[in-house]
T-cell receptor, first 116, second 114 residues
Framework: AQKITQTQPGMFVQEKEAVTLDCTYDTSDPSYGLFWYKQPSSGEMIFLIYQGSYDQQNATEGRYSLNFQKARKSANLVISASQLGDSAMYFCAMTPFSSNTGKLIFGQGTTLQVKP | KAGVTQTPRYLIKTRGQQVTLSCSPISGHRSVSWYQQTPGQGLQFLFEYFSETQRNKGNFPGRFSGRQFSNSRSEMNVSTLELGDSALYLC?????????????FGPGTRLTVL
């Protein structure tokens, strides 16, 4: 069964500090993609970062980086230098390539609040 | 490049009615997926369309249906609405290529069933 687990329902971080949001996944597929999305209170899902299972290096996109540990099946999101605008819900998602479709399997999400 | 657009943004219906939601993908994207988001169930995949064909379907009753037009725009329909259908419905578009293919989401349609 394909599953994404995000164990932190809510997180607090001080402005300008770094924060790590946890994500573990379960799949028997040898090839898959991992995504992180941000959902502000407005509701729109904003793509942040992508990591392929075959990628040797951890993905980075500006202040976002993905700490990918394949053997542990974890794909944690690291946000450096947190800003007030980072306060939102964050979702980890996966797509197994064998499905040959774009179907995303989402975790339950983590609510991040950045304190001034 | 314009993003994914969804109409309407908000909708209030009563039980038993039907509703149609619309999604216009990013220009050049051929795949459109639909997701339902509720506080209790989280984000659940409804279906995906690629080149006017349904490519994948989630575990939802037959009251939920969709289609895609030749210009890649997609609609989803929910018939005989139930209170539990109240949710944020998100549409996402992508190029539709197998493998690494990022989905970009629209702002969603918030449906309230009274």
């Amino acid at each position: 069964a394909q599953k994404i687990t995000q164990t932190q329902p809510g997180m607090f971080v001080q402005e300008k500090e770094a924060v790590t949001l946890d994500c573990t996944y379960d799949t028997s597929d040898p090839s898959y993609g991992l995504f992180w999305y941000k959902q502000p209170s407005s509701g729109e899902m904003i793509f942040l970062i992508y990591q392929g299972s075959y990628d040797q290096q951890n993905a980075t996109e500006g202040r976002y980086s993905l700490n990918f540990q394949k053997a542990r099946k974890s794909a944690n999101l690291v946000i450096s230098a947190s800003q007030l605008g980072d306060s939102a819900m964050y979702f980890c998602a996966m797509t197994p390539f064998s499905s040959n479709t774009g179907k995303l399997i989402f975790g339950q999400g983590t609510t991040l609040q950045v304190k001034p | 490049k314009a993003g994914v657009t969804q109409t309407p943004r908000y909708l209030i219906k009563t039980r038993g009615q039907q509703v149609t939601l619309s999604c216009s993908p990013i220009s050049g994207h051929r795949s459109v997926s639909w997701y339902q988001q509720t506080p209790g169930q989280g984000l659940q995949f409804l279906f995906e369309y690629f080149s006017e064909t349904q490519r994948n379907k989630g575990n939802f009753p037959g009251r939920f249906s969709g289609r895609q037009f030749s210009n890649s725009r997609s609609e989803m329909n929910v018939s005989t609405l139930e209170l539990g259908d109240s949710a944020l419905y998100l549409c996402a578009s992508s190029r539709g290529q197998p493998g690494a293919d990022t989905q970009y989401f629209g702002p969603g349609t918030r449906l309230t069933v009274l």
